[in-house]
């Protein structure tokens, strides 16, 4: 609780509107001004998140004192997910005060639609753009564009969560030190499972480390966690993998002797299927090593919907399948006491 405290008084000395870790960016999307236009009175404001990982961060930072609105729910691919009369709705009400998107093209076709309602003046942020480029991954395949599956690598996405925090802090400057603080133990928890994920994916054999999946949304976390990574198809879901994929991926698995691979909760396993079948072909038995979630989280109230226990989940998983050791329960066991967050923003002990 000390270091919370001071790390608050650090922050407001310095001043909100420059929290640690959010790199600069020229885009339109993080570098639009923000001004609270001011909710009516006797109502919290609105804040309307567009992929799951995006509402977790946002409401662990406001707490209870923004209604918080997620548009796509668990199991949803946003690279296809095409916006909704109702989802317009939700993100043009007058009553809608700010909106938090992934940015980096990870929506897809809701793009558009969140230009247009930015070019009306309403306040609408990026999280993942407010990133360094530096950071960033872009690879040849994915056309000229950053991969934005950022939230594979827990540091990247502490990051976000601090950008969120200094754009609530400049909508809403009278709950600005309640943010920062539950911001603050929110950053501490995200550097422990950071650590838990770091521990769990070196305990797996070194030959082993190799994660394939359906689809290329596990970059940030190979490269932040030391595991190479194939998939069948590339950075979106739009388009199916071809024959020559499909071979590409048998030839890798037989010739590298992988046993496992893992199938996304909001991503079709057809792919993956075919290529257990070709490896099966070839007298090599390719197991499912789990069900990973990607790009959306588990069901909504779920341990696993939630963003930490989300990358628990993936990174016990992973270890698990290829031969690593991890505790019974995952990152949760391992956490004896700690911090709790009030609505109110207080900071209590759990026993």
Same mark, same amino acid.
């Given at each position: 609780?000390?270091?919370? #405290?001071?790390?608050?008084?650090?922050?407001?000395?310095?001043? *909100?509107?420059?929290?640690?870790?959010?790199?600069?960016?020229?885009?339109? &999307?993080?570098?639009?001004?923000?001004?609270?236009?001011?909710?009516?009175?006797?109502?919290?404001?609105?804040?309307?998140?567009?992929?799951?990982?995006?509402? +977790?961060?946002?409401?662990?930072?406001?707490?209870?004192?923004?209604?918080? #609105?997620?548009?796509?729910?668990?199991?949803?691919?946003?690279? *296809?997910?095409?916006?909704?009369?109702?989802?317009?709705?939700?993100?043009?009400?007058?009553?809608?005060? #700010?909106?938090?998107?992934?940015? *980096?093209?990870?929506?897809?076709?809701?793009?558009?639609?969140?230009?247009? #309602?930015?070019?009306?003046?309403?306040?609408? %942020? &990026?999280?993942?753009?407010?990133?360094?480029?530096?950071?960033?991954?872009?690879?040849?395949?994915?056309? @000229?564009?950053?991969?934005?599956? %950022?939230?594979?690598? /827990?540091?990247?996405?502490?990051?976000?969560?601090?950008?969120?925090?200094?754009?609530?802090?400049?909508?809403?400057?009278?709950?600005?030190?309640?943010?920062?603080?539950?911001?603050?133990?929110?950053?501490?928890?995200?550097?422990?499972? +950071?650590?838990?994920?770091?521990?769990?994916?070196?305990?797996?054999?070194?030959?082993?480390?190799?994660?394939?999946?359906?689809?290329?949304?596990?970059?940030?976390?190979?490269?932040?966690?030391?595991?190479?990574?194939?998939? %069948?198809?590339?950075?979106?879901?739009?388009?199916?993998?071809?024959?020559?994929?499909?071979?590409? *991926? %048998?030839?890798?698995?037989?010739?590298?002797?992988?046993?496992?691979?893992?199938?996304?909760?909001?991503?079709?396993?057809?792919?993956?299927?075919?290529?257990?079948?070709?490896?099966?072909?070839?007298?090599?038995?390719?197991?499912?090593? @789990?069900?990973?979630?990607?790009?959306?989280?588990?069901?909504?109230?779920?341990?696993?919907?939630?963003?930490?226990?989300?990358? +628990?989940?993936?990174?016990?998983?992973?270890?698990?399948?290829?031969?690593?050791? /991890?505790?019974?329960?995952?990152?949760?066991?391992?956490?004896?006491?700690?911090?709790?967050?009030?609505?109110?923003?207080?900071?209590?002990?759990?026993?």
């Amino acid at each position: 609780m000390r270091s919370s #405290i001071r790390n608050l008084r650090s922050w407001l000395i310095i001043g *909100l509107l420059s929290l640690a870790g959010c790199g600069g960016s020229d885009t339109p &999307a993080s570098s639009a001004p923000i001004k609270k236009e001011g909710s009516q009175a006797g109502r919290r404001p609105r804040i309307v998140t567009t992929v799951g990982m995006v509402t +977790d961060i946002v409401r662990e930072v406001v707490g209870d004192h923004c209604e918080v #609105i997620g548009l796509l729910s668990e199991g949803v691919d946003p690279h *296809l997910y095409k916006p909704t009369r109702e989802d317009v709705k939700q993100l043009d009400d007058a009553k809608t005060d #700010i909106i938090f998107y992934g940015g *980096l093209m990870l929506e897809g076709r809701m793009e558009e639609s969140l230009k247009k #309602i930015r070019q009306k003046g309403k306040t609408v %942020v &990026a999280v993942s753009e407010s990133l360094d480029p530096a950071t960033l991954r872009k690879p040849p395949e994915f056309e @000229g564009h950053f991969d934005p599956h %950022v939230w594979m690598d /827990v540091t990247l996405w502490s990051q976000c969560m601090e950008f969120a925090t200094k754009s609530m802090c400049e909508f809403d400057p009278d709950h600005a030190a309640t943010y920062v603080l539950r911001a603050d133990l929110y950053k501490s928890r995200l550097s422990k499972l +950071d650590a838990y994920v770091r521990t769990s994916i070196a305990s797996i054999p070194e030959q082993q480390r190799v994660l394939v999946t359906a689809h290329d949304a596990f970059g940030y976390f190979a490269r932040a966690y030391g595991m190479e990574v194939k998939s %069948v198809q590339g950075i979106s879901t739009e388009s199916e993998a071809g024959v020559a994929d499909v071979n590409a *991926l %048998v030839d890798f698995l037989v010739e590298r002797k992988i046993g496992a691979i893992f199938v996304e909760s909001s991503v079709s396993d057809k792919s993956l299927r075919a290529v257990i079948e070709g490896a099966g072909k070839r007298g090599w038995k390719v197991k499912v090593g @789990g069900e990973l979630f990607s790009d959306a989280m588990g069901p909504a109230g779920s341990y696993e919907g939630t963003y930490v226990g989300m990358i +628990d989940h993936n990174a016990t998983t992973i270890a698990r399948a290829l031969g690593g050791q /991890v505790p019974e329960g995952g990152f949760r066991s391992t956490q004896q006491g700690g911090l709790r967050i009030e609505p109110d923003g207080a900071a209590k002990d759990e026993k």
